[in-house]
Each structure stands twice: as C-alpha cells, then as structure tokens.
C-alpha cells in the first residue's frame, strides 16, 4: 500500500467521522422517532446567553400573567445537544407558554395538555398547523404574545366542547412528560422520520471517499 492510499484513507476516515459525529444522531430519528427523552428542572433558567437574548420575550409573556417555573430540557439520542426550553405557567393554570432561545432565533408559543393525552399548541412560528390525532397546533401570522394567547384560548375552548379538558393543575410529573406525550403523536413521529432521513443523506455522501479509498486497493 502506497502513502499515497494511506493519506487517502486517513483523509476519508476523518470525512466519514464528521459525518457521524454530525449526522447519525438526526438520522437516527428515522428508527426511534419519539426517541426524544424530556427532562423537567424546577426553578431552573435557561443559561445566561440564551436568556438574554430571550428576555424581551419572556417579560412580554410575564405580563400576561405567568411565571417562570423551570428549564425542559428535550435530549435527543447519542450525543446531540439537548433543546432549553424556559416554561413558564398561567395563572389560571390552562395553559404553560415554552420559550425557546437559539442563537438564530427565539421561538415561543402556548400548550394546553388536556386529561386525556391531547395537545393543543398555539404559536407565532416553529410549528406546521395540524389537527391530527388529539394533536391540535395552529400557527399565527404575528409575534404579539397578548395575540397569540387569545387565539390559544379560543382553540382549548374549541378543543374543550369536543369534551377534552386541560389538565387541572401542571406538575413538575406533567411538565416532565409532555416531550413523550408530543413525540408519541402519530404525525409527529411523521416528521421525524422525514428528518431522520433527511439527515440521512449526507451521512451517506460523507462515508464516499472512504468508500473509494478503501475501493481503490
């Protein structure tokens, strides 16, 4: 075997390992695509620079009456960054709102989860409308919170009169286990699985000079 197959196989195996290190824990969400596992911490905030980025936000839904009740943290499998998620909690106790701060954007929007496993999200952005399954997410053209969470009222009253009641009262148990509940959803399992795959091809493209290389012998 000549250096120059040498240095060629080398320069494949380090392309091949970016590209799991990068993109097998996304493609491995086409096999478990409700492999998501959530993590309620109380009391918790979110780390000082995506609070601040995120701040003008969360004073805008405080208020509208609700506090800060914890970080969600929605890890994803292997290795993969887990997702922040500042919750904060309504007075009337219907509904939560969940603000989430990456570094290209802050993303927020109301749930209710009802007693019977149904969702109902309300958000400005991040989200496709569907209405599926007990699974009910309506997306708004504005970024008014006030806006946003009357519309967010008017969808749990809808909700409500086809007999599915929010649950009464948002423990730390059921803050917990909404990332389950969401990522059990027939539809959202859907869109994993495209992701997954999505994810899946550059995996793919990136182990091809490996393949070569070792071809090449």
Same mark, same amino acid.
């Given at each position: @075997?000549? #250096?120059?197959?040498? /240095? ?6 380090? /392309? ?25 911490? &109380? %009391?918790?905030?979110? *780390?000082?620079?995506?609070? &601040?980025?995120?701040?003008? &936000?969360?004073?805008?839904?405080? #208020?509208? !009456?609700? =506090?800060?009740?914890? $970080?969600?943290? &929605? ?9 922040? @998620?500042?919750?904060?909690? !309504? ?14 954007? $802050?993303?927020?929007?109301?749930? =209710? /989860? ?16 569907? %209405? ?36 009464? +009262?948002?423990?730390? *148990?059921?803050?917990? !286990? ?9 539809? $959202? +399992? +859907? ?6 795959? @999505?994810?899946?091809?550059?995996? =793919? ?13």
């Amino acid at each position: @075997m000549s #250096a120059g197959h040498l /240095i060629f196989i080398a320069i494949g195996v380090l /392309i091949a390992a970016f590209g799991v290190w990068r993109y097998l824990p996304k493609t491995l969400l086409y096999f478990k695509p409700s492999h998501i596992i959530g993590t309620f911490h &109380e %009391n918790a905030n979110l *780390d000082p620079a995506p609070a &601040e980025r995120a701040q003008e &936000e969360v004073d805008a839904i405080t #208020a509208l !009456g609700f =506090t800060r009740a914890g $970080v969600q943290l &929605e890890k994803p499998p292997l290795w993969h960054k887990p997702l922040e @998620m500042l919750i904060l909690t !309504g007075n009337d106790s219907a509904e939560l709102a969940c603000v989430i701060s990456s570094k290209r954007r $802050v993303t927020w929007y109301y749930e =209710t /989860i009802c007693e019977g496993g149904q969702l109902v999200i309300t958000a400005s952005g991040g989200f496709k409308p569907t %209405n599926e399954g007990g699974l009910y997410q309506s997306v708004l053209d504005t970024e008014d919170p006030a806006e946003v969470l009357a519309r967010h009222h008017d969808n749990v009253a809808h909700f409500a009169s086809q007999g599915y009641h929010p649950v009464k +009262r948002y423990t730390p *148990d059921v803050i917990g !286990g909404m990332t389950q509940l969401y990522y059990a959803f027939p539809v $959202v +399992r +859907r869109g994993m699985r495209t992701y997954g795959s @999505m994810n899946s091809l550059p995996l =793919t493209v990136l182990f091809v000079p490996l393949i070569l290389a070792i071809a090449s012998l």
